[in-house]
């Protein structure tokens, strides 16, 4: 069973930019399809980001495109959401998670089924 572990989280100002890593262990990262999801304070955890193992792609949440990119490493078993001109409202706690979903579910947290335990962003001056 993989478990996910991510890190990067932090206070940033508003403008600024973050990376989060998602560390893989016990499996595969590259072999399920990976997503990032976010929790806002009084919020339900919402789509950020995800890669798609079928094909290869990534598809983002409409409300961050242009503001984050995803990415993969192999070789650490892990991958990375680069986020950047943060705002006061993307202040939520960073979750990652694996799934062997079809592509058309992938946005939905239920296609997951194996999270990290999220790392906090707060953008804030």
């Known amino acids: 069973q993989v478990q996910l572990e991510e890190s990067g989280g932090g206070l940033v100002q508003p403008g600024g930019s973050l990376t989060l890593s998602c560390a893989a262990s016990?499996?595969?990262?590259?072999?399920?399809?990976i997503g990032w999801f976010r929790q806002r304070p009084g919020k339900e955890r919402e789509f950020v980001a995800a890669?798609?193992?079928?094909?290869?792609?990534?598809y983002y949440a409409d409300s961050m495109k242009g503001r984050v990119t995803m990415s993969r490493e192999n070789a650490k078993n892990s991958a990375f959401l680069a986020m950047s001109n943060l705002k006061p409202e993307d202040t939520a706690i960073y979750y990652c998670?694996?799934?062997?979903?079809?592509?058309?579910?992938?946005?939905?947290?239920?296609?997951?089924?194996?999270w990290g335990q999220g790392t906090q962003v707060t953008v804030s001056s």
């Open positions: 998670g694996v799934s062997r979903s079809v592509l058309s579910a992938i946005m939905g947290e239920r296609a997951y089924n194996t």
């Open positions: 890669w798609h193992r079928s094909n290869s792609r990534t």
């Open positions: 016990g499996g595969t990262l590259s072999s399920y399809t």
